[in-house]
């Protein structure tokens, strides 16, 4: 079984916060500060190389203004 963060529900939820970031017009810069995280943190889970946690999901949904289940529906 792969590991979760690169099943195709991860994959789709990646894809998911990437289009909705830009829908937002947000560069991962300005993200991470809506988040007080450095840049690398927008960039290391929009490429996988790192996984969100729920209440990271949470605070994620909450910078970019989208409801989390339009993230999560489907999925």
């Given at each position: 079984m792969p590991r979760s963060q690169?099943?195709?529900r991860y994959k789709q939820?990646?894809?998911?916060?990437f289009?909705?970031?830009k829908k937002a017009g947000?560069?991962?810069e300005q993200?991470?500060?809506r988040l007080g995280k450095p840049q690398s943190f927008i960039s290391k889970?929009?490429?996988?190389e790192r996984?969100?946690?729920a209440i990271e999901l949470l605070d994620v949904a909450?910078?970019?203004?989208?409801?989390?289940?339009?993230?999560l529906r489907g999925l």
């Open positions: 690169h099943s195709d939820l990646r894809t998911r916060l289009e909705q970031r947000a560069t991962q993200l991470a500060r889970y929009e490429s996988g996984r969100l946690d909450r910078a970019l203004e989208v409801p989390i289940a339009t993230l």
